[in-house]
């Protein structure tokens, strides 16, 4: 602890950047809601209280075919040329995935949970999956994106964001086992990286890095409270110095949470980005196949 007591001048360094990525209790919640209204409706729906061609059953298919319908305006934003400059692209973004849960809820309690033609049939399963598959591809896309709204993350951004928030070796000089177990995760993550950090992650890699650097975040952050401490207890420190070795303390705990984080992030990066191109091959011809089958089944209700 030499290096750190409390009477020596604080250490100046850069703040470590914690990776704005609140949690997300917004869209939890709306889950919640949205599986509390299906059981609900599945209960319901056993007395027949409306047929999907009544007034009721039609006007539910009628708002989730629009809800939909609405959902699109996303990806078209993103590509035609006069809507690049309508309202920024988060804000589309963010509705596009608020209608892909809410308007096939309304378009399920319209099929009173029933199936009775192909068309229908086959459009309803269509719209699960892209909707379910989307919400593989939003945590696949916050990844790789910074936060859910946030531009395309880069392994390059990834690395200056860890070697920028401060240098282990001066910053750990007082715990050297701290500083080698730091390093020797840097080496299991990223060893097979290269110095580009694109090279490949093994699946078992890609699956446990995660875990490990949360376990050894708290066997860390342990092992930083006794050796800083520690040293406190035995010499007798006063309210004041025991204030600043708080400050301290927290500050070296920030920075050890954000370095792990950024190591798990930058080993899988480059294979979310593979996971999040797959993800597209897969969603988009469901989404074709939704379209064809939803304007056949609407053409087809109105006509007999
Ligand atoms: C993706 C969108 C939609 C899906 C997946 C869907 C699904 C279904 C299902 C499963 C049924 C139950 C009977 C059957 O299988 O034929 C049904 C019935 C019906 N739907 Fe839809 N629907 C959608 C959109 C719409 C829209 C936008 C409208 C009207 C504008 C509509 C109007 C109707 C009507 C009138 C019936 C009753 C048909 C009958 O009783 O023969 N649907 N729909
Ligand atoms: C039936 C409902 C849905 C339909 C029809 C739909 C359709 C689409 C389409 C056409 C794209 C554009 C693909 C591209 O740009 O190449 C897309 C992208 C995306 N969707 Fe959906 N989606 C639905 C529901 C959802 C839901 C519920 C979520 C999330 C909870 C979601 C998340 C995403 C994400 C993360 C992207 C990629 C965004 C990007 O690359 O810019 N989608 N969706």
Same mark, same amino acid.
């Given at each position: 602890?030499?290096?750190?007591?409390?009477?020596?001048?604080?250490?100046?360094?850069?703040?470590?950047?914690?990776?704005?990525?609140?949690?997300?209790?917004?869209?939890?919640?709306?889950?919640?809601?949205?599986?509390?209204?299906?059981?609900?409706?599945?209960?319901?729906?056993?007395?027949?209280?409306?047929?999907?061609?009544?007034?009721?059953?039609?006007?539910?298919?009628?708002?989730?075919?629009?809800?939909?319908?609405?959902?699109?305006?996303?990806?078209?934003?993103?590509?035609?040329?006069?809507?690049?400059?309508?309202?920024?692209?988060?804000?589309?973004?963010?509705?596009?995935?608020?209608?892909?849960?809410?308007?096939?809820?309304?378009?399920?309690?319209?099929?009173?949970?029933?199936?009775?033609?192909?068309?229908?049939?086959?459009?309803?399963?269509?719209?699960?999956?892209?909707?379910?598959?989307?919400?593989?591809?939003?945590?696949?896309? &916050?990844?790789?994106?910074?936060?859910?709204?946030?531009?395309?993350?880069?392994?390059?951004?990834?690395?200056?964001?860890?070697?920028?928030?401060?240098?282990?070796?001066?910053?750990?000089?007082?715990?050297?086992?701290?500083?080698?177990?730091?390093?020797?995760?840097?080496?299991?993550?990223?060893? &097979?990286?290269?110095?580009?950090?694109?090279?490949?992650?093994?699946?078992?890699?890609?699956?446990?890095?995660?875990?490990?650097?949360?376990?050894?975040?708290?066997?860390?952050?342990?092992?930083?409270?006794?050796?800083?401490?520690? #040293?406190?207890?035995?010499?007798?420190?006063?309210?004041?110095?025991?204030?600043?070795? #708080?400050?301290?303390?927290?500050?070296?705990?920030?920075?050890?949470?954000?370095?792990? &984080?950024?190591?798990? #992030?930058?080993?899988?990066?480059?294979?979310?980005?593979?996971?999040?191109?797959?993800?597209?091959?897969?969603?988009?011809?469901?989404?074709?196949?939704?379209?064809?089958?939803?304007?056949?089944?609407?053409?087809?209700?109105?006509?007999?």
């Amino acid at each position: 602890m030499s290096s750190q007591t409390p009477s020596s001048p604080p250490v100046e360094r850069r703040k470590p950047r914690v990776k704005n990525q609140p949690k997300d209790y917004g869209w939890t919640l709306y889950l919640i809601v949205i599986s509390l209204i299906l059981v609900v409706g599945f209960i319901i729906s056993h007395g027949h209280p409306f047929k999907p061609g009544d007034k009721v059953g039609y006007n539910l298919g009628l708002a989730g075919g629009l809800m939909l319908l609405t959902l699109m305006l996303y990806p078209m934003r993103k590509r035609v040329g006069f809507m690049k400059n309508w309202i920024p692209l988060p804000k589309w973004f963010k509705w596009h995935m608020v209608f892909g849960i809410l308007g096939p809820t309304f378009i399920i309690l319209h099929s009173t949970f029933y199936i009775g033609s192909i068309n229908a049939g086959v459009a309803l399963i269509c719209m699960l999956l892209v909707s379910g598959s989307g919400i593989f591809g939003r945590f696949f896309y &916050t990844k790789i994106h910074q936060g859910l709204y946030g531009r395309h993350a880069s392994l390059k951004q990834l690395q200056e964001d860890m070697y920028g928030s401060g240098d282990v070796k001066s910053i750990f000089s007082f715990a050297p086992v701290i500083q080698n177990r730091l390093f020797e995760f840097h080496e299991y993550a990223l060893d &097979t990286l290269g110095s580009s950090g694109a090279g490949k992650i093994t699946p078992w890699k890609f699956i446990t890095v995660g875990i490990r650097a949360k376990l050894l975040s708290r066997d860390l952050v342990r092992a930083l409270e006794e050796a800083m401490y520690a #040293d406190a207890q035995q010499k007798k420190w006063n309210d004041a110095q025991l204030v600043q070795l #708080d400050k301290l303390f927290y500050q070296n705990k920030a920075f050890i949470r954000t370095y792990l &984080t950024n190591i798990r #992030d930058i080993a899988q990066f480059s294979t979310y980005e593979k996971l999040f191109s797959l993800w597209h091959v897969f969603h988009v011809p469901f989404v074709y196949m939704l379209i064809f089958s939803a304007i056949w089944h609407v053409i087809a209700v109105h006509m007999y």
